[in-house]
């Protein structure tokens, strides 16, 4: 095989020396392909190198570098700017001022990190530039996003026959599986709600716990259905509902269960509330962002039993299956439903033999996103979904034992990946979580749990480690004892 590496060496210093002679983006020419050949690797070095560097530095970006992004303002440019000019730009000012989630130390939110497969695969993806709409723009991407809908099925214990739609997130997957709910309670009831909107339809009644994450009260906004003209049921301790608080559930109720709070983690107890709402002949909606992925673990699959009783479920790729950004999943147990809730009508959409996601999506052109979760899964396979669910809960459980011994008080059971601390009065766990994060040794968000101010500590990359965790806890002590 001939040595490359020269050859590419000068396509690189061309592209990075003489930006003049890089041809016009609009004018593609017999040297099109070699620029944006040498344009990619150095890309992809970039982005090793970010890579490489990103456990050296802070996890929350300097006040420079945020500072510094001003270097990317300014007015629309009259003409072209050369291709590694604007790489550069991205690199040089872009990557300093991003927060470092891959380093594993970063436990806001519930972010998880991105395996490497799912990067990797991410990248194929962009070079592909697939609108996944219809099978005949791509049959690739519709055939992996049909089979990762069927092993994301598969992983979370649903009933067979489920379908879905890869989306951008939980909150999008609440409000797709929330849109066929509506639809089909609707129908149910004689009415067409694509047809004849809400205005005048038969009463639906939403139930919700109290705990209710608020991309469902955002989802059932945007769905007509009212943020506030929900039922709320009272919570325990752990945020979950209570099953001796339900209201009267009927053929008009839709109702949204939880499986994994955002602060505890913990599960709303559905084998004790979902056979009686099945009965009364309720719709069952779970939010399971990140906690159903327990379903994969034979250790902690006990908390997701009896979740498989629902209609509709909405989970996210980028949380605890560390697929990265974005990737949302709605599935819904009559993939009828959500064809009638989703589908359009336009001459030159071509309706094929096979699943045509635009039918079960809100979106019509959209990013083959199921591409990189077939990737992710085929790489990890069940078992490696029950590792990342049981190493990140034990770190949590790591860090609540250490922050416990160190004699401050842990606020939730931890019983999957979430820990909740005070640090003892509001304005002390307030500025100790402002000094963790000037710290930079990683990364935690506040919140208030049941009245009282805590820190989130949120386990959910792949590429936390011990060292990983017991860096993080001497960081947090020395924030508190400040
Ligand atoms: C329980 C729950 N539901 C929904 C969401 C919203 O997810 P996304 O940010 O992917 O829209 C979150 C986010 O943390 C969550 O924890």
């Known amino acids: 095989m001939p040595n490359s590496a020269p050859v590419l060496n000068w396509l690189i210093s061309m592209a990075v020396s003489k930006p003049s002679h890089l041809p016009h983006p609009s004018a593609p020419s017999v040297s099109a392909a070699e620029a944006r050949t040498s344009l990619l690797k150095r890309a992809a070095r970039d982005a090793m190198d970010y890579l490489e560097g990103v456990d050296a530095r802070p996890v929350a970006p300097t006040a420079q570098a945020i500072a510094a992004l001003n270097a990317l303002r300014g007015p629309l440019p009259p003409g072209p700017t050369s291709a590694e000019a604007v790489l550069h730009l991205l690199h040089e000012y872009g990557s300093p001022a991003t927060v470092a989630k891959n380093n594993g130390r970063f436990f806001g939110f519930v972010n998880g990190g991105c395996l490497p497969m799912a990067l990797a695969a991410s990248w194929l993806v962009s070079a592909w530039d697939q609108n996944a709409a219809f099978f005949v723009q791509s049959p690739t991407a519709i055939t992996l996003e049909e089979i990762a809908l069927e092993w994301v099925r598969q992983m979370l214990g649903l009933p067979e026959g489920t379908g879905g739609a890869v989306v951008t997130g939980a909150t999008m997957a609440n409000f797709t599986a929330l849109a066929a709910a509506r639809h089909a309670l609707l129908a149910r009831a004689g009415w067409d709600a694509d047809a004849d909107g809400l205005f005048g339809a038969p009463p639906i009644t939403v139930v919700v716990g109290e705990e209710a994450h608020a991309s469902v009260l955002k989802a059932l906004g945007m769905l007509g259905m009212g943020r506030k003209r929900v039922v709320r049921v009272p919570v325990d301790s752990q945020g979950r509902m209570r099953a001796d608080a339900l209201p009267h559930l009927d053929a008009n109720t839709i109702l949204c269960l939880q499986a994994g709070n955002v602060n505890s983690g913990a599960f709303d107890p559905a084998s004790s509330i979902i056979p009686a709402a099945r009965a009364a002949g309720a719709w069952i909606h779970v939010d399971g962002a990140f906690g159903l992925w327990a379903a994969a673990s034979p250790e902690y699959h006990k908390w997701t039993k009896g979740f498989e009783q629902a209609d509709s479920w909405a989970t996210d790729g980028h949380k605890w299956p560390n697929i990265g950004y974005d990737c949302g999943i709605a599935m819904v147990r009559e993939p009828e439903a959500l064809r009638a809730a989703m589908s359009m009508d336009a001459?030159?959409?071509?309706?094929?033999?096979?699943?045509?996601?635009?039918?079960?999506?809100?979106?019509?052109?959209?990013?083959?996103?199921?591409?990189?979760?077939?990737?992710?899964?085929?790489?990890?396979?069940?078992?490696?979904?029950?590792?990342?669910?049981?190493?990140?809960?034990s770190h949590a459980r790591r860090f609540a034992a250490g922050l416990k011994a160190a004699g401050y008080e842990i606020l939730n059971d931890v019983v999957i990946n979430q820990v909740l601390v005070s640090f003892g009065a509001a304005e002390k766990t307030l500025a100790t979580i402002a000094r963790l994060q000037a710290d930079g040794t990683c990364w935690?968000?506040?919140?208030?749990?049941?009245?009282?101010?805590?820190?989130?500590?949120?386990?959910?990359?792949?590429?936390?480690?011990?060292?990983?965790?017991?860096r993080s806890l001497a960081a947090m002590l020395k924030a508190a004892a400040e």
């Open 347 to 393: 001459a030159y959409l071509v309706q094929g033999e096979h699943r045509e996601p635009s039918y079960y999506n809100p979106e019509l052109s959209r990013r083959a996103r199921g591409v990189e979760l077939w990737a992710g899964l085929r790489s990890l396979g069940r078992s490696g979904m029950a590792e990342i669910v049981e190493r990140t809960s």
């Open 444 to 470: 935690c968000g506040g919140t208030v749990w049941q009245g009282k101010t805590a820190m989130r500590i949120s386990v959910s990359s792949w590429a936390t480690t011990r060292e990983d965790v017991d």
